[in-house]
Every structure is written in C-alpha cells, then in structure tokens.
C-alpha cells in the first residue's frame, strides 16, 4: 500500500515543469490521456512487487517516450536502395520542383478550381489539364480520375455495363496487390469474353467473338511481364480496325503511359501515349504518377464523344482529383512542352 502513496494523482502530475512544457508541444488532452495510461502502468508495476518512488520518479520520462512514439510517423523520407525506381511502395515518382511548388501553393490558399474566371460562372477541374493533354498527346479530348485502374474501371462501366467485353487471354494481367484485369472488368458490371490462348491470339479471334452483346475490346499492354518464343498478338492498329468495322469501342490501357520515347536516354522503349492515339484506339488510359512522373492519377483521351459520356458517369465524382494534384499534375504536363529539360 505504501508504494502506491508515492504516485502523484493525475492533476498532481500536470502540474510538474516538465509535463507542462509536454502540454504546450501535445495538447493536454492527449498528455492526459498519456498520464492515466502511465500511472496504470506504475500501478501494476507496483502489485508485482516493483518500487513505489521508483515508479513515481519514471512517469515524466515515461509519458514524453509515449508521447514521442505517438507523434513520430512512420510516412517519413527513406533512401531507396530497391533498384526499383518507380517503386510503388515508395511513393512511385518524385515530383518535379515545379509540381511541388504548384501543390504547395495550391494548399496554401483558394484556387479557381471549378470557377470560370472568364465567365464567372461554373466551369470544370478537368478544364485545368484537358488542353495540355490533348495537346502532347493529339486526342481530341481527355478525362482526369484518381489513378489507372479507377480509368479503366470507369471507362469499363461506361460502356461496358451488363454486356461483353473482349480481351486477349495473354493480357489478362495481374498487377501489386493482387489487382486482376478479371475483377476489375467483374466489379465495372461487363462481361469478360477471353480470346486465343495465353501466347498466340489473332485476329479472327477477334472478329469471331464479337455478338450483338458486344460493347467493347480491350487491349492491355504487359509492362510488368513478357511472353516470348512461340507467340502472337493483334497490334493496336489493326485491332481498332476490327473495332470500326464492328462499331465496338476499341480501348488501349497503357498503364505507366509514357509521353517521351526513353529510348533516347539509353532505357528500354515503352509505346508512348501520342503513337497509342495516333495507332486508332478509340480510348486511352494511363498512369499520372509511373513514367510520366507526376502524382497518382489516370487518364483518360480518345473521343470526344466518349469522353463526354465517361463524364456524365456517376462514378467520375467519385472518383475526381483534388485541388492539390491537380495544380501538381498541370505543372508537371507543362515541364513535357520542352523536350530537352
């Protein structure tokens, strides 16, 4: 019993110069909390035969260590020794001082988000990225969610709702995570309809399963493995052909799109969104945040039509951008106007 008297009450130990200054750093909400905590603690200690006044003189110490633990994050700068430089557990992609800068003063005060400064009426967040985008890429338009696999899920949902879509079984991709091409088309509401065989697909692989419930082909590209040796697989180009004769919607997920060819920095070359347009595919979708160094986004360009339908989906609130991201996004589109930097 003796060695309980030794503890000071709760209100008795607030008022120590030393858990004072922890109130002034935490709060004394959360020092209180940390003080009941640490005196159940003492207490315990003491039923097991421990020192009254030994307990009592460890508090302060005990309480700022708890304290310490409680404020220290464990989402902190670290080195990346992976040899991954995109890696996604990392964070993916640095940003470019100049995103920084744009997201920074995007946290620090209001912004003309969804407000038209030439009209003063409504206007829309996707306007603040949808020019520059169509302008490095050569699509007629372009949609902006948070990050690939809401474009594809949402692109998917759109027209692909209660009926089929096509996809090679060679590219039925699973990615970090556990993120299948199957449960993602399963949760959009479509239909999956596999084609060929997982090394050679044609294309009257193609043309043969197109039906009347036939709303869209999906060509996903393989960044994250390869098939070699006896192998065959419809390109882009002619696959968007089948498309246009069948009037299904052809769309290409690119996944980490890349912009520039890295061929030219001695790097293993990637289709580039502009030549993945240029190739016919109705739609387009890829990563903000992998090659095109930015942070996490998804894109989506192709046609204007389609584009105006994806936007009228009411999944695209859901799953629309933050102020923030988009003033970084826009700053890192606009460093892709000089090639040479």
């Known amino acids: 019993m003796n060695g309980f008297r030794a ?3 709760v209100d008795q130990l607030l008022q120590t110069d030393s858990v004072l200054q922890l109130i002034d750093t935490h709060g004394r909400q959360l020092v209180t909390a940390t003080a009941r905590t640490a005196l159940d603690a003492a ?17 302060p110490h005990l309480i700022a ?3 310490a633990g ?9 080195l990346n020794l992976t040899g991954t430089v995109l890696h996604t557990n990392l964070g993916r992609a640095i940003l470019a001082d100049e995103a920084i800068a744009a997201a920074t003063d995007a946290m620090s005060s209001p912004l003309a988000l969804e407000f038209d400064l030439a009209t003063g009426g409504r206007g829309q967040r996707d306007d603040h990225l949808r020019d520059i985008l169509c302008e490095l890429t050569g699509a007629e338009d372009a949609t902006i969610v948070n990050n690939n696999a809401a474009a594809v899920l949402i692109a998917l949902n759109t027209f692909g709702q209660g009926r089929d879509s096509i996809v090679s079984r060679g590219e039925l991709i699973e990615i970090g995570g556990a993120f299948r091409m199957p449960d993602i088309m399963s949760r959009a509401g479509t239909r999956l309809v596999e084609v060929g065989t997982t090394n050679r697909t044609h294309p009257r692989d193609y043309r043969d399963a197109i039906t009347d419930t036939t709303a869209l082909i999906l060509k996903v590209h393989t960044s994250n493995y390869r098939i070699e040796g006896f192998t065959a ?4 180009t002619e696959l968007a052909q089948i498309g246009r004769e069948a009037g299904v919607v052809v769309m290409n997920d690119l996944g980490a799109g890349s912009l520039v060819d890295l061929s030219h920095y001695g790097l293993r070359r990637e289709p580039t969104v502009a030549e993945a347009v240029a190739e016919g595919a109705d739609l387009i979708t890829f990563s903000g945040d992998k090659l095109l160094g930015g942070p ?3 894109f989506i360009v192709g046609r204007r039509d389609l584009i105006a339908q994806i936007n009228r989906n009411p999944l695209k609130r859901a799953l629309r951008l933050d102020k923030i991201r988009i003033a970084a996004l826009q700053a890192t589109l606009r460093l892709y106007r000089d090639p040479d930097r």
């Open 7 to 9: 503890l000071p009450s």
């Open 43 to 59: 207490r315990a200690a003491i039923r097991e035969g421990a020192d009254g006044a030994v307990q009592a003189a460890r508090l």
């Open 65 to 67: 260590a708890d304290l």
């Open 70 to 78: 409680m404020a220290q994050t464990n989402l902190r700068p670290i």
């Open 233 to 236: 697989e419809v390109g882009a």
């Open 296 to 298: 996490q986004a998804g």
